[in-house]
């Protein structure tokens, strides 16, 4: 029997493995559409063009031009990558405010909005929601195995009925001992 219980629970272990990873694929979300590489070479190809005018421009309506045709870049790119478009509409938007900007002041803290959100959106893009920051493994998964652990557990522990002990063995005879000069004698005598 002792031999009995640990293959059980390797079983039932082996089971839940299976079982929790086949639940984890069958909760897991729907695939989202990948970015189409294509859209995103011909996106970052504007996108540079359009920054080589802005880095170029030295005279304000220059510099609101290129900011503007940058905006534009942004926000064409909303239809080629559906899964950026709210990032993709704050740098446009980001850029919008740059060529609006009044005063060199205004116009510094407007390249500095656009290159944070700027940044943010290429991170997104290096790695888009639902590739590989999941989870490895599925949220179901450790709870299917604690209830197959436990089932297992249950099913190799079930009561059986005591084995009944072999009596032990009589002591050995031993002669009966003679007194000795320090016993005392036996009570009654």
């Known amino acids: 029997m002792t031999r009995r219980r640990p293959l059980i629970l390797a079983a039932s272990v082996a089971v839940a493995a299976v079982a929790g990873v ?14 189409d590489a294509a859209a995103l070479a011909r996106f970052d190809l504007a996108r540079v063009h359009a920054r080589a005018q802005l880095s170029t421009a030295t005279a304000p309506r220059e510099q609101r031009a290129a900011a503007l045709e940058l905006a534009g870049v942004y926000r064409r790119a909303t239809r080629t990558l559906p899964g950026q478009q709210a990032a993709l509409h704050q740098v446009a938007s ?14 510094a803290a407007g390249a500095r909005r656009a290159l944070r959100v700027d940044s943010a959106l290429a991170n997104a893009l290096r790695r888009p929601a ?22 297992g557990g249950a099913v190799s522990n079930r009561r059986r009925r005591p084995r009944r002990p072999d009596p032990p063995p ?14 005392p004698p036996p009570f009654g005598i």
Not at 22 to 35: E, L, N, S
Not at 94 to 107: G, H, I
Not at 176 to 182: L, T, V
Request: charged content about 10%.
């Open 130 to 151: 639902g590739e590989p920051g999941d989870p490895l493994i599925p949220p179901v998964l450790p709870l299917v195995m604690l209830a197959a652990a436990a089932a």
């Open 170 to 183: 009589p002591p050995p005879e031993t002669p009966p001992r003679q007194p000795a000069w320090d016993t």
């Open 22 to 35: 086949w639940t984890g694929d069958a909760t897991a979300p729907t695939a989202r559409p990948r970015i």
């Open 94 to 107: 980001a850029y919008n405010a740059l060529a609006a900007a009044s005063s060199p002041a205004t116009y």
